[in-house]
């Protein structure tokens, strides 16, 4: 059964860090690519960033660019998100998604690419 799970959301005030993690099981890595999306109350799920099945293709939103950083640890199985110099406009709901890839190279931003959801950690900067 394909699962993601992920943690490592809260508070924390601007300017600060937090670090996401996703954790996959019933699948491996290498085989998906993974994105991370967020949702703010009243808005649309948007895409925040994505790797590539093989790893090498990474991509991020401009709002973020700069700011966040996408990785992985296929020994854990686990993608990461790492969120510096937050912004109150980071605050929503985070979720991590996964589709199988054809292609070791390449991810969508888009979160009707995506067929498997983690249910999500929420993310609040304020001070």
């Known amino acids: 059964q394909l699962q993601l799970v992920e943690s490592g959301g809260g508070l924390v005030q601007p300017g600060g860090s937090l670090r996401l993690s996703c954790v996959a099981s019933g699948f491996t890595l290498d085989s998906y690519a993974i994105g991370w999306f967020r949702q703010a109350p009243g808005k649309e799920r948007e895409g925040v960033s994505c790797i590539s099945s093989g790893g090498g293709s990474r991509s991020y939103a401009d709002s973020v660019k700069g700011r966040f950083t996408i990785s992985r640890d296929i020994t854990l199985n686990t993608v990461y998100l790492q969120m510096n110099s937050q912004e109150p406009e980071d605050t929503a709901i985070y979720y991590c998604?996964?589709?199988?890839?054809?292609?070791?190279?390449?991810?969508?931003?888009?979160?009707?690419?995506?067929?498997?959801w983690g249910q999500g950690t929420q993310v609040t900067v304020s001070s």
């Open positions: 998604a996964a589709v199988r890839s054809r292609s070791r190279y390449g991810c969508s931003e888009y979160p009707r690419a995506y067929d498997y």
